[in-house]
């Protein structure tokens, strides 16, 4: 019903940036929420930044400040922008999308990850 396409990902030292896209097709009537959630090596998956339908963001604290979420609506793609990247930072970052399509109603989708790798 719905693909996403991430993109993005890398390797960076600490201290850099990067730029995570991602972009939903298929038979999309609306979009309720796009977000980016991480999972680091062992830990649990967290929500990392979001952004609604309205243009109202959500970021975690230990992102705030160094990171923005934005999306484009008429492209169906949201994107992460992070800066002063931290060892910490380092998670396989996952795309989330709300949405609602012909035949399924409101769902929601996931990403396939992208791995992000800070270096001290």
């Known amino acids: 019903q719905v693909h996403l396409e991430e993109s993005g990902g890398g390797l960076v030292q600490a201290g850099g940036s990067l730029r995570l896209s991602c972009a939903a097709s298929?038979?999309?009537?609306?979009?309720?929420?796009m977000g980016w959630y991480r999972q680091p090596p062992g830990l649990q998956r967290e929500l990392v930044a979001g952004?609604?339908?309205?243009?109202?963001?959500n970021y975690v604290d230990s992102v705030k400040g160094r990171s923005t979420i934005s999306r484009d609506s008429a492209k169906n793609t949201v994107y992460l922008q992070m800066n002063s990247l931290e060892p910490e930072d380092t998670a396989v970052y996952y795309c989330?999308?709300?949405?609602?399509?012909?035949?399924?109603?409101?769902?929601?989708?996931w990403g396939q990850g992208t791995q992000v790798t800070v270096s001290s």
């Open positions: 952004i609604n339908s309205g243009g109202r963001t």
């Open positions: 298929g038979s999309i009537v609306s979009i309720d929420f």
């Open positions: 989330n999308v709300r949405a609602y399509t012909r035949g399924r109603g409101t769902w929601t989708y």
